[in-house]
């Protein structure tokens, strides 16, 4: 990344932080920070604001930053599971995942069960990216998959769809876990469905067979063990309504943008 893009990207970054700051939270979802039913709204409220504002100074196409083959992690550690807990997971990862498909329907005209074999077969994008956890931990690595934004198209995308939900194979507690984005993040040409990474396929605690790559969001938002994707209108119906795992449990922002 050039001088420039790096001015342009601190000062994106300074003028989303400076709204965190100026209403004493803190937006990247680390902590409880609200407990209060006061707190929790003036929480909701600074991160509908952060939201509206990232996408108003921020172009939709804009892209993360990019990184060089010299620069990728020597570990690229994992976050959150590191081994779904379920049957069917340990089924499909003792058959090489050759049983696995990825069902994508919901608002879609043309619902979808694509096999790993075919969504390798697809027009692929690699990109060298940085990770950046809530736990405090950065890391870059090369990732490669198809663009989102295709797939849905082909499955003939409702108009009325307003959100695209993961649905994963690891739970916490009996929880499934899931998480969300918009339409804009969904179409980003650096959201991608990554069945490798550093050139080789994507190891289990990294997400096997395939895990969502959407880079201008923190690491929780990157759901891992892809088992759905569903079109929807609303999250209001989904898990508990907040439109992520961690969100529904732990408070953590649903717009996690950086």
Known sequence: MNRANSRIEMSRRGAIGGLAVGSGLL????????????????????????????????????????????DISRVFRSNGTAMPGSPEYAQLLAGNFADWRLHVGGLVARPLAISLDRLKALPQRTQITRHDCVEGWSAIGQWTGPVLGPILQFAGLSSAARYIVFHCYDDFGGATY????????????????????NNQPLPVPNGAPVRLRVERQLGYKHAKYLRAIEAVASLDQIGGGKGGFWEDSSDYAWFAGI
């Open 27 to 70: 937006l990247a979802g680390c902590d409880r920070v609200a407990t209060t039913k006061a707190a929790k709204g003036a929480f909701q409220g600074a991160e509908t604001l952060t939201y509206r504002v990232s996408r108003l100074i921020t172009a939709r196409d804009a892209l993360a930053p990019q990184f060089t083959g010299a």
């Open 178 to 197: 899931y998480e969300s984005i918009d339409l804009i993040d969904a179409f980003h040409p650096q959201t991608i469905l990554a069945w490798s990474l």
